[in-house]
């Protein structure tokens, strides 16, 4: 496996700045009817030397990921992380509120409760984004690219002139043979989240019409988040409409005003940006609205193919820390300690390109194969693909002709083959 080095603190600022400046762009994403915020990299902090996290044996085959035909081979496991005391990343025991176990694959999973795999990962992606390529078009043409099918479609709305899921969703979804897990993103327009929060008319009219929409046209259950990566929007100072606090008030209002009015196949994901500088805030704990309207806990996060910021492997993704904070476990490690029972998603992934370095992208995606049974709270993966975002960052899986083989490889990992059942059977 290759070693990473440590990113200069120099990086960190550079990011944050470029992190300010994505959230005032939204972008195309699944066509023109589709306005959607997906920042274009993850703004977290600098990596350090990662860990690997060894997770009890699940009974997960070996993710060599070898060609078709070509058996696998049991898990020998990888080392411990060099500390007395590794961090909790071990599934929850069982009981009341713990997660179903990864079980040994072959084994049929589906989707359960909440849309919870009884076993293995779901795997999706948003695609064409930053493109006004129509939704259903972009999902065909990964698909075709990635020779799989997606569990999960990821979109995006904002304000309140387009009622969701469209016709277009509706269609993708309920494809004959090709059922899909709708994950719907919207964020608010024309009022603050304390205005929303304390029941803003126009808003609160457009949950009502919105209700009734998906009353009649669309009884599966779909994840929905609500302003997605909000930290970048946080201004805590009293009056300002969007503290911590209001924003998980309104979350709340909006989940429990669709609910109220008979919504309720909402499968609720809270989606963090995973930036150190963000989540290490002494309000960042502030922003979640309750048990009761987050069933999943959903989290954004990219690797950069140059030495550096963002460097890694899939252990500095799901669990990028700062020197300068040393306090802070990781995203993975914070969220399986503080939401024990909640499943977690990555709601955008990615690998961003680079001419210097076009091989990180094929070494990421090996390497993941071997690394993600260690994650074993990860329920939902979730990629981002975009020829280019407001940087001119490409996280298209087929870069190179190596990239593309290594992501259908990870793709036929058994762990990724969940039954998707749209919550009706």
Same mark, same amino acid.
């Given at each position: 496996m290759r070693r990473l080095r440590l990113v200069h603190l120099a990086a960190v600022t550079t990011a944050f700045t470029l992190s300010v400046v994505a959230t005032l762009s939204w972008a195309w994403t699944g066509g023109v009817d589709q306005l959607g915020l997906p920042f274009p990299a993850d703004n977290s902090s600098q990596a350090g030397n990662p860990t690997v996290h060894v997770a009890p044996s699940n009974g997960w085959v070996d993710p060599a990921v070898p060609e078709p035909g070509v058996p696998v081979v049991p898990d020998q496991g990888l080392p411990g992380p060099p500390t007395a005391s590794p961090p909790v990343t071990a599934a929850p025991p069982a009981g009341p509120g713990s997660l179903p176990k990864h079980r040994p694959q072959p084994a049929r999973c589906r989707t359960g409760e909440k849309l919870v795999p009884t076993c293995g990962i779901l795997w999706g992606v948003a695609p064409g984004?930053?493109?006004?390529?129509?939704?259903?078009?972009?999902?065909?043409?990964?698909?075709?690219?990635?020779?799989?099918?997606?569990?999960?479609?990821?979109?995006?709305?904002?304000?309140?002139?387009?009622?969701?899921p469209t016709k277009e969703e509706i269609?993708?979804?309920? /494809?004959?043979?090709?059922?899909?897990?709708?994950?719907?993103?919207?964020?608010?327009?024309?009022?603050?989240?304390?205005?929303?929060?304390?029941?803003d008319k126009a808003t609160d009219a457009f949950l009502d019409r919105l209700a009734v929409h998906i009353r009649k046209n669309f009884p599966e259950q779909f994840f929905f988040t609500v302003h997605h990566e909000a930290e970048d929007n946080v201004r805590e100072k009293a009056g300002s409409g969007y503290t911590a606090e209001d924003y998980?008030?309104?979350y709340r209002h909006v989940v429990k005003r669709l609910r109220a009015h008979g919504v309720d196949n909402l499968v609720t994901v809270l989606v963090h940006m995973a930036y150190v500088p963000h989540t290490t805030q002494s309000w960042f704990e502030r922003m979640y609205p309750g048990d009761d309207v987050v069933d999943w806990i959903g989290f954004d996060t990219y690797a950069y193919s140059d030495p550096g910021y963002g460097?890694?492997?899939? @252990?500095?993704?799901?669990?990028?820390?700062? @020197?300068?904070?040393?306090?802070?476990?990781?995203?993975?490690?914070?969220?399986?300690t503080r939401h024990r029972s909640k499943p977690l998603m990555v709601a955008e992934w990615g690998v961003w390109s680079s001419t210097k370095n076009p091989g990180h992208k094929a070494d990421f995606y090996r390497e993941m194969a071997r690394q993600i049974p260690h994650f074993t709270n990860?329920?939902?993966?979730?990629?981002?693909? @975009?020829?280019?975002?407001?940087?001119?960052?490409?996280?298209?899986?087929?870069?190179?002709?190596?990239?593309?083989?290594?992501?259908?490889?990870?793709?036929?990992?058994?762990?990724?083959?969940? /039954?998707?059942?749209?919550?009706?059977?």
């Open positions: 984004a930053f493109t006004d390529q129509p939704g259903a078009v972009a999902l065909a043409a990964f698909e075709r690219k990635t020779e799989r099918h997606q569990d999960i479609y990821h979109a995006y709305h904002r304000g309140e002139r387009q009622l969701f269609g993708i979804a309920r /494809e004959r043979g090709r059922q899909r897990l709708l994950f719907l993103n919207w964020k608010p327009a024309g009022a603050s989240w304390a205005e929303i929060a304390e029941g998980s008030k309104m460097h890694g492997d899939l @252990t500095e993704l799901l669990n990028r820390k700062m @020197t300068s904070k040393p306090s802070w476990p990781g995203f993975y490690d914070w969220a399986v990860i329920r939902a993966m979730v990629h981002f693909d @975009t020829p280019h975002n407001q940087k001119g960052q490409d996280s298209r899986v087929d870069a190179t002709r190596e990239s593309l083989a290594a992501y259908r490889r990870l793709g036929r990992l058994p762990v990724f083959q969940v /039954e998707v059942t749209n919550g009706l059977s």
